[in-house]
T-cell receptor, first 117, second 111 residues
Framework: GAVVSQHPSRVICKSGTSVKIECRSLDFQATTMFWYRQFPKKSLMLMATSNEGSKATYEQGVEKDKFLINHASLTLSTLTVTSAHPEDSSFYIC?????????????FGEGSRLTVL | LAKTTQPISMDSYEGQEVNITCSHNNIATNDYITWYQQFPSQGPRFIIQGYKTKVTNEVASLFIPADRKSSTLSLPRVSLSDTAVYYCLVGGFSGNTPLVFGKGTRLSVIA
């Protein structure tokens, strides 16, 4: 099946620094990718929809200047957490839907755990 | 986006069949029903997908009644490794439509 890969899987950073998380579709092209975040024992919360070649669409309450999303190619989307603070510590997960898919099945990355000290 | 409702948690002994029902009263004509499994610190993994009636694959069965307002994921003979959170989602057709996760069902399999 289709594979979505995230990097890094874990990252620890100091408060105030920026962290970039990459999401790649390894064997298919993804015009649209989605970014979720998940707190412990909670469900996934949609943050934004990343569209190749255009601006991302953010969900209500998600700061677009804090969570920068870039989808420069059909196989790569990046999420940059700018000026990270401890409350940004979370599990970030990306997903993608392959081209030509009409059933809504999403392929998810392995997730990236961010810890801000 | 159709909202889904599932039991918060379920317990089962190894070897038993587990059925998890999801309600989605506002499902749209174009929506598919998809179930995902998530282990701690991992991304969700696709289990099964269906539109109507019954779908079966090597790991599960999905039962969908004619009105499609609910669906039931059936896991035959669960093992300890099936302990996970199971999410029911509805959506589809448009590649630009994100899937919104509900709270999911936390299944605990006991030896």
């Amino acid at each position: 099946g289709a594979v979505v890969s995230q990097h890094p899987s874990r990252v620890i950073c100091k408060s105030g620094t920026s962290v970039k998380i990459e999401c790649r579709s390894l064997d298919f092209q993804a015009t649209t990718m989605f970014w979720y975040r998940q707190f412990p024992k909670k469900s996934l919360m949609l943050m934004a929809t990343s569209n190749e070649g255009s601006k991302a669409t953010y969900e209500q309450g998600v700061e677009k200047d804090k969570f920068l999303i870039n989808h420069a190619s059909l196989t790569l989307s990046t999420l940059t957490v700018t000026s990270a603070h401890p409350e940004d510590s979370s599990f970030y997960i990306c997903s993608a839907q392959g081209q030509g898919s009409n059933t809504g099945e999403l392929f998810f990355g392995e997730g990236s755990r961010l810890t801000v000290l | 986006l159709a909202k889904t409702t599932q039991p918060i948690s379920m317990d089962s002994y190894e070897g038993q069949e587990v059925n998890i029902t999801c309600s989605h009263n506002n499902i749209a004509t174009n929506d598919y029903i998809t179930w995902y499994q998530q282990f701690p610190s991992q991304g969700p993994r696709f289990i099964i997908q269906g539109y109507k009636t019954k779908v079966t694959n090597e790991v599960a069965s999905l039962f969908i009644p004619a009105d499609r307002k609910s669906s039931t994921l059936s896991l035959p003979r669960v093992s300890l490794s099936d302990t996970a959170v199971y999410y029911c989602l509805v959506g589809g057709f448009s590649g630009n439509t994100p899937l919104v996760f509900g709270k999911g069902t936390r299944l605990s399999v006991i030896a």
